[in-house]
């Protein structure tokens, strides 16, 4: 889709940010909580929240987070959270465009990897991953 800036979010996209949050998972976003998070995180570097803007409007949305490694290594890598598109916008490009965005991020912060978490039940996002050159990986979950 041309004319789609993809930019750092600014605290003006988070009432459509939880909007298409909404939309996307079906739970209910608290969005006093959302603002306050992201007024503490925003300024924090490992923290990177991604916004796709059509007609001064949000259309997508994800969040990067830089995982420092002090095992091995010492290379960080990037987790990227709440993939997400407006279902009025999905297959023009904007998860591309997105998914683009967080891995040269990813790559400035000199990033070994990056692996995007999403369900089995998203297809769409799970079909761009592959296009992508993901590769699907074992992970388990626990929620408390």
């Known amino acids: 889709m041309k004319n789609v800036t993809i930019r750092r979010t600014r605290f003006e996209d988070l009432e459509k940010i939880a909007f298409i949050y909404e939309q996307a998972f079906g739970d209910k ?66 998860g591309k465009q997105l998914l683009q965005f ?6 400035k912060r000199k990033c070994a990897f990056m692996k995007l978490t999403t369900t089995a039940s998203r297809k769409a996002c799970v079909a761009l991953c592959k296009k992508q050159g993901y590769i699907e990986s074992l992970c388990y979950t626990k929620y408390f």
């Not at 967080?102 to 790559?107: D, F, G, M, T």
């Open 102 to 107: 967080a891995e040269q991020e990813s790559l």
């Open 29 to 94: 976003t608290l969005l006093p909580k959302m603002k306050r998070k992201f007024k503490q995180l925003e300024n924090n570097k490992d923290y990177i929240f991604i916004s796709a803007i059509y007609k001064n409007t949000c259309v997508g949305f994800c969040q990067l987070v830089i995982n420092q490694d002090i095992t091995e290594t010492t290379v960080p890598f990037s987790t990227l959270w709440s993939f997400i598109v407006e279902e009025n916008y999905k297959n023009h490009g904007i």
